[in-house]
């Protein structure tokens, strides 16, 4: 069974950067999609990155295109969200997933394991 614990979340002023790491163990599939997603209160789950694994290449929505990037660690099994120039609006618990398949999507019912989540708070 796959297990994902996610660390990193802080409270940071407007324009400042945090990285998230996700600790990834358990999976026995060779294909793999991992994804960040955020969820607000009052908000439903959004999708902040999507990422086949191993050697797949990122997809970001336009609203964190170019402030957000998502990288791995295959040696330590780990997945990362690196986010720069935060904005207040990216308020939101954060957490990783992952699901089994060669095409990944942004759905979130399509990952069926995911982390407990990290708090990530940007201040105006």
């Known amino acids: 069974q796959v297990h994902l614990v996610e660390s990193g979340g802080d409270s940071v002023q407007a324009g400042g950067s945090l990285r998230l790491s996700c600790v990834i163990s358990?999976?026995?599939?060779?294909?793999?999609?991992l994804g960040w997603f955020r969820q607000a209160p009052g908000k439903g789950r959004e999708g902040v990155s999507i990422?086949?694994?191993?050697?797949?290449?990122?997809d970001y929505p336009d609203s964190v295109q170019g402030r957000f990037t998502t990288s791995t660690d295959n040696a330590k099994n780990t997945l990362y969200l690196h986010m720069n120039s935060l904005k207040p609006e990216d308020t939101a618990m954060y957490y990783c997933?992952?699901?089994?398949?060669?095409?990944?999507?942004?759905?979130?019912?399509?990952?069926?394991?995911w982390g407990q989540g990290t708090q990530v708070t940007v201040s105006s």
């Open positions: 997933a992952a699901g089994r398949g060669r095409t990944c999507f942004w759905e979130a019912f399509r990952y069926s394991a």
């Open positions: 990422i086949r694994w191993p050697g797949g290449s990122a």
């Open positions: 358990g999976f026995t599939s060779s294909n793999i999609c």
